[in-house]
Nanobody, 121 residues
Framework: QVQLVESGGGLVQAGGSLRLSCVASGRILSINFMGWYRQAPGKERELVAA???????NYADSVKGRFTISRDNGKNTVYLQMNSLKPEDTAVYYCNAKDVRAREGRYREVWGQGTLVTVSS
């Protein structure tokens, strides 16, 4: 079974930086899309950034120029470097993988359990 485990969340002051990591484990052959979503209290989950296996990226307008997504395909790991953090970035950040091929079969979508990022003003 494929699992995603996030790390790197925490408390940071406005203007600070954090780096999130997400490792996919299991008998993985390939992962097409990997990305980060976030959900703030009382709000719907939203896409923050995504990256394909080839390195093409997509960002929410609210984080462009501040966040950078990257991945290490050999380690099945995706990162989110978050700079110039704002209080409105406070949310639970979830790792997401789409179109995962594993030895036991194909997974359309897999989610991590989430990591809390809190930005104080």
């Amino acid at each position: 079974q494929v699992q995603l485990v996030e790390s790197g969340g925490g408390l940071v002051q406005a203007g600070g930086s954090l780096r999130l990591s997400c490792v996919a484990s299991g008998r993985i052959l390939s992962i097409n899309f990997m990305g980060w979503y976030r959900q703030a209290p009382g709000k719907e989950r939203e896409l923050v950034a995504a990256i394909t296996g080839g390195g093409s990226t997509n960002y929410a307008d609210s984080v462009k120029g501040r966040f950078t997504i990257s991945r290490d395909n050999g380690k099945n790991t995706v990162y989110l470097q978050m700079n110039s953090l704002k209080p409105e970035d406070t949310a639970v950040y979830y790792c997401n993988a789409k179109d995962v091929r594993a030895r036991e079969g194909r997974y359309r979508e897999v989610w991590g359990q989430g990591t809390l990022v809190t930005v104080s003003s």
